[in-house]
T-cell receptor, first 115, second 113 residues
Framework: NAGVTQTPKFQVLKTGQSMTLQCAQD?????MYWYRQDPGMGLRLIYY???????DKGEVPNGYNVSRLNKREFSLRLESAAPSQTSVYFC??????????????FGSGTQLSVL | GESVGLHLPTLSVQEGDNSIINCAYSNSASDYFIWYKQESGKGPQFIIDIRSNMDKRQGQRVTVLLNKTVKHLSLQIAATQPGDSAVYFCAEKRMSGYNKLIFGAGTRLAVHP
């Protein structure tokens, strides 16, 4: 099992460019998430998808859009990148329900720099 | 402990010693707490979790203690090894309609031989 797979691992953009971060999980999880991590700060939730077909805003959604393509895949799009979006982005997924549903499984991250 | 800003608090320990990493949480209604370990260049990995109806939970070489009176959480690592060097995050689950974890800023653990 690969778990949660993110692509790309690194990306450099110019201000105003667009790009899509891809995420896929093979654990049959219903819920998927996108977080950003900035130096010296904890992970902050950008968007999440509780189940296929639904998406909701997290703490810091401005400047981002998401698509839950199917149960496995959840993408994050930056339509017009800004230097403030320089960060490390993590995708995560969680179990369908029950006692294990709080535990998040993370991908290895995408390091994005916006110049 | 918790910190905001650019500089993470660092705990330096000798190999073989026990480590205690502390975390203060803010919401007395939080009902679930979790510790993650993040090694350089990797995503966070689950270590151990605890629900608010418990005071203590033990795993392999790790123990989490929860003090709801003072809203304090700690992670104890026994016989710390070089491979334990990482940033450790605590997270609390606020009472809300979805699985929403609020993460602390993290503490860096440096293990010296």
């Amino acid at each position: 099992n690969a778990g949660v797979t993110q692509t790309p691992k690194f990306q450099v953009l110019k201000t105003g460019q667009s790009m899509t971060l891809q995420c896929a999980q093979d654990m049959n999880h219903n819920s998927m998430y996108w977080y950003r991590q900035d130096p010296g700060m904890g992970l902050r939730l950008i968007y999440y998808s509780a189940s296929e077909g639904t998406t909701d805003k997290g703490e810091v959604p401005n400047g981002y859009n998401v698509s839950r393509l199917n149960k496995r895949e959840f993408s994050l799009r930056l339509e017009s990148a800004a230097p403030s979006q320089t960060s490390v982005y993590f995708c995560a997924s969680s179990h369908p329900s029950g006692q294990e549903s709080e535990k998040l499984f993370f991908g290895s991250g995408t390091q994005l720099s916006v110049l | 402990g918790e910190s905001v800003g650019l500089h993470l608090p660092t705990l330096s320990v000798q190999e073989g010693d026990n480590s205690i990493i502390n975390c203060a949480y803010s919401n007395s209604a939080s009902d679930y707490f979790i510790w993650y370990k993040q090694e350089s260049g990797k995503g966070p990995q689950f270590i151990i979790d605890i629900r608010s109806n418990m005071d203590k939970r033990q795993g392999q070489r790790v123990t989490v203690l929860l003090n709801k009176t003072v809203k304090h959480l700690s992670l104890q690592i026994a016989a710390t090894q070089p491979g334990d060097s990482a940033v450790y995050f605590c997270a609390e689950k606020r009472m809300s309609g979805y699985n929403k974890l609020i993460f602390g800023a993290g503490t860096r653990l440096a293990v010296h031989p």
